[in-house]
């Protein structure tokens, strides 16, 4: 399907129907992944390891399996297979499976506090517990590291021997560094060197956690003929069918993954912790086992994403044009590789037209949860850094900060400090909808301050696969291979819809198992509404294809003398005949004798997603005897390319605004002097509570991405980037202090306003 | 002839420090043979961990994708998501 | 495996018998708030609870000649809805308003608050300011407990088995009396106190304070008083509101912990006794 040019002639896109699965939400009826039972279900549990480093010595579960009531005991010796070190292209971005496996179920060595050593079935969770209680670990424990410069000074403890850094010249002795990267375009220092005037600025994050409101969970059931069904809340069913398939060698097509409602996920779930366990359990129980995590459990043993440290430095002429920047970063990956550090880079200067420009990296492990994916992973961070120092830049040379961003904005044509030139974007029209916004101009009272900050994510394509079906009375049944995390069930309904030229009501779609629809790349790098939005539409166009064709053989005439439109066949023009339009559920009702049911699937590798750039304007007070920060005021503009559903975009929009500034003010992960995390639990890790924000208005500005048929981006992720800064740059201008590291909570920013210093 | 840069320096154990090349290539499944033929194991690795932009628009796993003659394309790191 | 009884007497003779003879660990409930996420964190493990919601007299509000009666089991959503009370004791309200969350506090009761005993409770500094008493029942009988002497140490009280609190009594509010409490969290709401100050002031007809009693929590084991002396006789000016932060934070004796550092506490307690103190006179003086 061509790309529809006229957004006025869409019937359904762009507007707000109901959400389909609204009603099962609200009344608790909504099958989360704690919410099945099977018959004879056994409660699983982990036994977590409580040093931040050490060996273990051995494991001796014979007093627990003792216990009437336990079914099963796993390890990693005992129950599943080695795996060479082996990098295998899985999902999005290669997987190292090796280091999954050891992520999941520790071998040899623990390698943070709460990493999993052994697993537990018993017919009750009270059991559970006490076996727990009876499996004897013994450690020799390690001196342990936690801090990104630490582990990647001299001296510093390591944590795999074997560990070979990608991107460097080999170090020649044991190290905590797992890769460098580095963009390059231009020469960043000679462009320094011709600037006016230059800003020069350390800034430091700390590891934050997605923080989805439902801890992991899973429900598995293993046949004695290895047949297996595995019930769990996550961002990919096919992910967890894959991943369990290699970490206990089983074959594909014996896991039935079903993707349970998720509540919450933001890349926290993108990746297995307790499928391969309970899978192992029950295979070796012989019965159903489910597992939940506690949020003590999420906290210590799932990933957040990194904390890191780094140095930015742009340079300008007195005009304010940038001749030159870098950012030197280095990432925490946790206890093994794998921090965001390559998409910190790409992104740091990407939404900036830079002759030269220099963005260097380092993944560093270190005694800690290994991190996961956290929308847009990597880029708010690097941002922070980037977008502070613009906003030094802009007060030093005496520029509004929109301003400075505007002069240096990227648009089509732009060659990306990374490489690529790009295509037709929407940032400068996103600068110009903040400057014209009536939030921009607004009074300031005493104690408040206004910043701003932009953002760019890449947004993905990849695999989709989507069906959409004709029912005998004519409605429509879509089914999807992506679990429905921002509303694109609805989407998906949507563009059928659209397409078909029926009423949203009449199409109902629901989620697929990895038995029920193809293979479909994971719900993350905002592809959803992109990518399975285009396989449906590629289904719901072929049906319309069949469509005609029935009703040409209905009319006998040829199928290229049938058009299809707002959901009837009707004759081509007067030489096809005087036939009537001919809805659809009479088309449906005939399917048998025109040839059959009437249907179609599609699965496609999506190319082509579009770019997504966001502005955030942010108004905050600072009491500043006790460094409280109240929002006042958040304007949210991002480039959304087609709003297919705008309520579920404003909604993307808030929320990643809203982790945002959590992320900004009070989020923080703090560990005791054993290396234990301290704050483990929602009372004292800090995210927003509804009553610290006001309203965040979203403002859609839509530059269509022509490669989808309704001009899609992805969103899910670029609101989460600009907020860190923009709430920094709100505070600069409230207090007079530059805050340089996250989280700047109420201690921090008394600290700073006495000193003079953040 | 399509004009390939690599991005990143992931790729510094298999080219050192070069990052442009000039390659007679149609289509990305070519390419990548190609590369690897002159720097072994580099189309392996450029296979599991790299993404390609030509002319700007990104693009994921596409060995079928067809090199237009004076394209510019860009090697870099595959892009995953939250 | 753990053994678990729950008994819910409809007498305090009966729930005094079941306490004093309790073989192992007993609690008291009336709201739950605090036992209820104390069982499931493991942190508590009982073996009798004892529900105290269905005594008579545990719950309600009433108005006396010498002031006002609360039941220890009483919500401490209905002490913000009555208006009496609301208007006699602001500073207490403020407290009790800010403990947990709207929810929580459809449950949670005074004496609960209090005795659960975190040096953080935000009823409990208004209270103290007040001059409230604890009628403590027990199997020695009943007895009336000043409640600043109620709380010994952080999770401890002075109540000895067998006790439990059956009502509070707060003194009768006249003249230029007011109370106001503050507290200092980074959010807005769910947070527990970093700082917490609770005022209560009386004023002669000129606006003179002729009386004060100012009481920090979150900073030290328990409660403490802070010396108000420095604002007594004054019109609370800016020099005896100096005054007063100063002696604010030399009655800290905070820790380090994830909730605040020492520095931050001391000093922020300093700004909260100020502002406290202000909104107290401004309430007592439009009297």
Same mark, same amino acid.
């Given at each position: ?43 699983g549990k982990v036994l977590r390891s409580?040093h931040a480093h050490a060996r273990i010595v051995s494991i001796d579960a ?7 009531? *336990?079914?099963a005991v796993v390890t990693a010796a005992g129950d599943f297979p080695e795996i060479s070190s082996e990098e295998a292209a899985a999902g999005e971005s290669p997987v190292n499976f090796r280091h999954m496996a050891h992520n999941v179920l520790a071998r040899d060595k623990v390698l943070y506090e709460g990493h999993a050593v052994a697993a537990v079935a ?13 499996i004897?670990v013994t450690y020799e424990?390690l001196?342990f ?6 582990a ?5 403890p390591i944590l795999h021997d074997d560990l070979v850094p990608s991107g460097? %010249?080999a170090?020649?002795?044991p190290t905590n560094i797992a890769k ?36 992991h969970?899973v429900?598995a059931s293993v046949n004695p003929d290895g047949q297996t069904q595995i019930?769990a809340s996550s961002q990919g069913q096919f992910m967890i069918r894959q991943y369990v398939s290699k970490i206990l060698n089983m074959d594909i097509a014996n896991i039935r993954v ?9 890349g926290g779930k993108t990746l297995v912790y307790l499928e391969p366990l309970a899978v192992a359990l029950s295979r070796k129980a012989?019965?159903?086992v489910?597992m939940?995590m506690?949020?003590?459990e999420?906290?210590r043993s799932s990933g957040p994403?990194s ?25 925490q990956a946790g206890a093994f590789p794998g921090s965001p550090v390559a ?13 030269? *420009? ?5 993944d560093v492990v270190s005694n800690r949860s290994k991190i996961a994916a956290?929308?847009?992973p ?7 850094? *980037? ?45 110009? %909808? ?28 990849g695999d ?50 990895t038995?029920?629809?193809?293979i479909?790349g994971m719900?993350g ?89 966001? %502005? ?40 990643? %605004? ?101 | ?9 992931s790729c510094?154990q298999f ?25 072994p194991g580099l189309g392996e690795h450029i296979d599991e961990t790299m ?9 994921q796993d ?15 790191p595959k892009?995953g998501?939250? | ?22 073989? @192992? ?5 009336? @709201? @739950? /708030? ?8 493991? #942190?508590?493990? =009982? ?27 009483? =919500? ?54 007040? @001059? ?24 401890? /009280? ?27 969290? =980074? #959010? /807005? ?20 304070? /002729? ?37 604010? #934070? ?32 401004? #309430?007592?003086?439009?009297?």
């Amino acid at each position: 399907m061509n790309f529809v040019a006229n957004f006025s002639d869409l019937k359904v896109v762009g507007t707000r129907p109901v959400r389909p699965d609204g009603i099962d939400k609200v009344t608790g009826k909504a099958m989360f992944g704690a919410d099945l039972s099977m018959a004879g279900t056994l409660t699983g549990k982990v036994l977590r390891s409580p040093h931040a480093h050490a060996r273990i010595v051995s494991i001796d579960a014979s007093k627990a399996l003792a216990l009437p009531g *336990v079914k099963a005991v796993v390890t990693a010796a005992g129950d599943f297979p080695e795996i060479s070190s082996e990098e295998a292209a899985a999902g999005e971005s290669p997987v190292n499976f090796r280091h999954m496996a050891h992520n999941v179920l520790a071998r040899d060595k623990v390698l943070y506090e709460g990493h999993a050593v052994a697993a537990v079935a018993a017919t009750t969770s009270a059991i559970a517990d006490a076996a727990m209680a009876l499996i004897d670990v013994t450690y020799e424990v390690l001196p342990f590291v936690i801090d990104v410069e630490a582990a990647m000074a001299d001296g510093a403890p390591i944590l795999h021997d074997d560990l070979v850094p990608s991107g460097m %010249a080999a170090p020649g002795k044991p190290t905590n560094i797992a890769k460098r990267v580095e963009f390059k375009l231009g020469d960043a220092e000679a462009g320094l060197a011709e600037a006016d005037v230059v800003v020069e600025g350390r800034y430091e994050t700390t590891a934050v956690h997605q923080g989805y409101i439902e801890p992991h969970a899973v429900i598995a059931s293993v046949n004695p003929d290895g047949q297996t069904q595995i019930f769990a809340s996550s961002q990919g069913q096919f992910m967890i069918r894959q991943y369990v398939s290699k970490i206990l060698n089983m074959d594909i097509a014996n896991i039935r993954v079903t993707p349970a409602e998720i509540g919450g996920g933001f890349g926290g779930k993108t990746l297995v912790y307790l499928e391969p366990l309970a899978v192992a359990l029950s295979r070796k129980a012989g019965k159903p086992v489910k597992m939940v995590m506690t949020r003590d459990e999420v906290f210590r043993s799932s990933g957040p994403t990194s904390g890191g440290v780094m140095t930015v430095k742009i340079g300008a002429k007195k005009d304010g044009t940038i001749t030159g920047a870098t950012i030197d970063i280095a990432l925490q990956a946790g206890a093994f590789p794998g921090s965001p550090v390559a998409p910190a880079c790409m992104c740091a200067f990407a939404c900036y037209d830079l002759k030269n *420009v220099r963005a260097s990296g380092y993944d560093v492990v270190s005694n800690r949860s290994k991190i996961a994916a956290y929308r847009a992973p990597g880029a708010p961070i690097s941002s922070f850094g *980037v977008e502070s120092a613009m906003d030094e830049l802009a007060t030093k040379l005496g520029m509004d900060a929109l301003e400075l961003r505007q002069k240096n904005a990227a648009k089509a044509g732009t060659k990306a400090a990374y490489g690529p030139v790009f295509p037709e974007i929407g940032f400068e029209q996103v600068l110009d %909808a903040a400057k014209s916004h009536p939030h921009w101009s607004a009074p300031l009272g005493p104690n408040q301050g206004r910043g701003v900050a932009t953002g760019f994510w890449f947004n993905i394509g990849g695999d989709s696969s989507a069906s959409v079906f004709v029912n005998e009375d004519g409605t429509i049944s879509v089914v999807s291979g992506s679990p429905d995390i921002g509303g694109s069930r609805a989407s998906m309904a949507m563009m059928a819809a659209e397409v078909l030229g029926v009423p949203y009501e009449k199409v109902r779609p629901i989620v697929g198992d990895t038995a029920q629809i193809g293979i479909t790349g994971m719900t993350g790098g905002s592809r959803v509404t992109f990518a399975t939005g285009m396989a449906t539409v590629q289904a719901a166009e072929k049906v319309v294809d069949e469509l005609k064709k029935r009703a040409a053989m209905i009319w006998d005439i040829s199928p290229e003398a049938v058009d299809w439109k707002d959901g009837e066949a009707v004759p081509a023009g007067a030489n096809a005949g005087g036939f009537d339009p001919m809805p659809l559920a009479a088309i449906a009702a005939k399917a048998g004798k025109t040839g059959g049911p009437i249907g179609s699937e599609v699965s496609i590798n999506a190319q082509g997603a579009g770019a997504g750039f966001g %502005a955030h304007i942010c108004d905050v007070e600072v009491d500043q005897e006790t460094g409280h920060v109240k929002i006042l005021r958040y304007t949210a503009v991002q480039d959304v390319g087609k709003a297919i559903h705008p309520s579920y975009v404003e909604g993307q929009i808030q929320g990643g %605004a809203v982790q945002g500034i959590g992320w900004a003010l009070n989020e923080e992960y703090l560990y005791d002097k054993n290396g234990r995390m301290d704050n483990s639990g929602f009372l004292d890790y800090r995210v927003p509570v509804a009553s610290d924000l006001p309203m965040i208005e979203a403002v859609l500005v839509e530059v269509p991405n022509k490669r989808h048929p309704f001009g899609v981006r992805g969103v899910g992720e670029v609101p989460i980037i600009p907020p860190l800064a923009a709430v920094a740059n709100a505070i600069k201008a409230a207090t007079g202090v530059r805050m340089h590291s996250l989280p700047m909570s109420p201690p921090k920013i008394v600290a700073a306003i006495e000193s003079g210093k953040g | 002839m399509p004009k390939v840069s690599i991005s990143g320096s992931s790729c510094r154990q298999f080219i050192g420090e070069q990052t442009e090349f000039e390659v007679e290539a149609t289509s990305f499944r070519r390419l990548i043979r190609e590369l690897d033929s002159r720097f072994p194991g580099l189309g392996e690795h450029i296979d599991e961990t790299m993404a390609i932009a030509i002319d700007g628009e990104i693009h994921q796993d596409a060995y079928g994708l067809q090199l237009p003659a004076d394209s510019e394309i860009f090697l870099i790191p595959k892009i995953g998501g939250g | 495996m753990p053994r678990l009884s729950y008994a819910a007497p409809a007498s305090v003779p009966d729930a005094v018998k079941l306490l004093a003879g309790a073989q @192992g660990l007993a609690k008291v409930m009336s @709201g @739950g /708030t605090d036992l209820l996420v104390q069982l499931r964190s493991g #942190r508590a493990k =009982p073996e009798l609870i004892v529900d105290t919601k269905k005594i008579p007299g545990m719950m309600g509000i009433r108005e006396t000649a010498d002031g006002w009666v609360i039941g220890a089991a009483t =919500p401490s959503a209905e002490l913000s809805e009555h208006a009496g009370f609301s208007a006699a004791y602001p500073g207490v309200v403020e407290g009790t308003n800010l403990i947990g969350s709207t929810q929580v506090q459809g449950r949670a009761s005074l004496a609960g608050n209090l005795c659960n005993a975190s040096p953080a409770a935000d009823s409990v500094p208004a209270m103290i300011a007040a @001059g409230a008493v604890a009628v403590v029942v027990g199997p020695t009988g009943q007895r009336s407990v000043p409640v600043a002497q109620i709380v010994t140490a952080p999770g401890r /009280t002075s109540l000895a088995k067998g006790e439990f609190i059956f009502e509070f009594h707060f003194p009768k509010v006249s003249g230029k009396q007011a109370d106001a409490y503050l507290r200092f969290i =980074p #959010r /807005t709401e769910m947070d527990i106190a970093v700082v917490g100050c609770g005022v209560n002031l009386t004023l002669d007809a000129a606006g003179v304070i /002729t009386a004060a009693s100012v009481v920090l929590g979150a900073v030290a084991p328990t409660q403490v008083a802070v010396d108000a002396t420095s604002i007594v006789g004054s019109k609370l000016d800016d020099a005896a509101l100096a005054a007063l932060d100063t002696a604010a #934070r030399a009655a800290c004796n905070p820790i380090n912990d994830k909730r605040g550092t020492i520095e931050f506490r001391t000093k922020v307690a300093g700004v909260l006794a100020r502002r406290a103190a202000k909104i107290a006179y401004d #309430r007592a003086g439009a009297r």
